[in-house]
T-cell receptor, first 112, second 115 residues
Framework: KQEVTQIPAALSVPEGENLVLNCSFT??????LQWFRQDPGKGLTSLLL?????REQTSGRLNASLDKSSGRSTLYIAASQPGDSATYLC???????????FGTGTLLAVQP | EAGVAQSPRYKIIEKRQSVAFWCNPI?????LYWYQQILGQGPKLLIQ????????DSQLPKDRFSAERLKGVDSTLKIQPAKLEDSAVYLC?????????????FGSGTRLTVV
C-alpha cells in the first residue's frame, strides 16, 4: 500500500528566502507525481507534474525533482513571497493501486 | 478549457440532515473522482467513476454516502444522514482516460460543516 509522507508538516520563513519541501513515498512503481497548492478551505491547484521518466520540472520560481529509486520528491520555491503562503500537497499516481494518493501536506507561511 | 465546476461552495447542516453536492468535470474527461478532505489531512478518495460506471468505491461509507454519474458527465454525491465527522471539504476531480499520465484537475471544493 502506497504511503506518502511530507516533511515538515509546517514551515514559517521570512519573505525572500529559498525553501525546500519534501515528499517521500513507499512504492516506487508510480506513473507520475504531482504537486498541488491549496489555499484555506479551497480546492487544489496543480503546480507541477513530473512523469516517472523525468527527473525535474520547473515553472517560474518553482522547481520539483523526482528520484523514483529512493522514493523522494522535493519542491523548491525560490525567493518566497507572502502570496506563496498555503498548504502544499504532493500526490503519487500509479503503483499497485493505480490511484492518486496524497500526503498530508506542508503548511507554509511566508512572513512579510 | 473550462475547469471542474462544483456547487455549492459552502454548506452548513445539522446532524442527521441530508445534503447533496454536484460536480461537472472537464468536457471529455471520462474519469471522475470524489475526495473527502478532513481538516489537517490529505484528500482521501471516496469513489472513482469511469464514464458512468463505478471503478472504485472501497472507501465510500455506503450506509450513508451515495454517488451517481448519470450519462457519464455530471455527478452528485449525497450524504444521508450526516454525522458530525462528515465535516470536511469535498473535492471533485477529473482526468482524461487517454491521458491519465497528464494528471488530475480539481474543482474548488464544497466545504461542509455539520453542527
Amino acid at each position: 500500500k502506497q504511503e506518502v509522507t511530507q516533511i515538515p508538516a509546517a514551515l514559517s520563513v521570512p519573505e525572500g528566502e529559498n525553501l525546500v519541501l519534501n515528499c517521500s513515498f513507499t512504492d516506487s512503481a508510480i506513473y507520475n507525481l504531482q504537486w498541488f497548492r491549496q489555499d484555506p478551505g479551497k480546492g487544489l491547484t496543480s503546480l507541477l507534474l513530473i512523469q516517472s521518466s523525468q527527473r525535474e520540472q520547473t515553472s517560474g520560481r518553482l522547481n520539483a525533482s523526482l528520484d523514483k529509486s529512493s522514493g523522494r520528491s522535493t519542491l523548491y520555491i525560490a525567493a518566497s513571497q507572502p502570496g506563496d503562503s498555503a498548504t502544499y500537497l504532493c500526490a503519487t499516481y500509479g503503483g499497485a493501486t493505480n490511484k492518486l494518493i496524497f500526503g498530508t501536506g506542508t503548511l507554509l507561511a511566508v512572513q512579510p | 478549457e473550462a475547469g471542474v465546476a462544483q456547487s455549492p461552495r459552502y454548506k452548513i447542516i445539522e446532524k442527521r440532515q441530508s445534503v447533496a453536492f454536484w460536480c461537472n468535470p472537464i468536457s471529455g474527461h471520462a474519469t471522475l473522482y470524489w475526495y473527502q478532505q478532513i481538516l489537517g489531512q490529505g484528500p482521501k478518495l471516496l469513489i472513482q467513476f469511469q464514464n458512468n460506471g463505478v471503478v472504485d468505491d472501497s472507501q465510500l461509507p455506503k450506509d450513508r454516502f451515495s454517488a451517481e454519474r448519470l450519462k457519464g458527465v455530471d455527478s452528485t454525491l449525497k450524504i444521508q444522514p450526516a454525522k458530525l465527522e462528515d465535516s470536511a471539504v469535498y473535492l471533485c476531480a477529473s482526468s482524461s482516460l487517454s491521458r491519465m499520465n497528464y494528471g488530475y484537475t480539481f474543482g474548488s471544493g464544497t466545504r461542509l460543516t455539520v453542527v
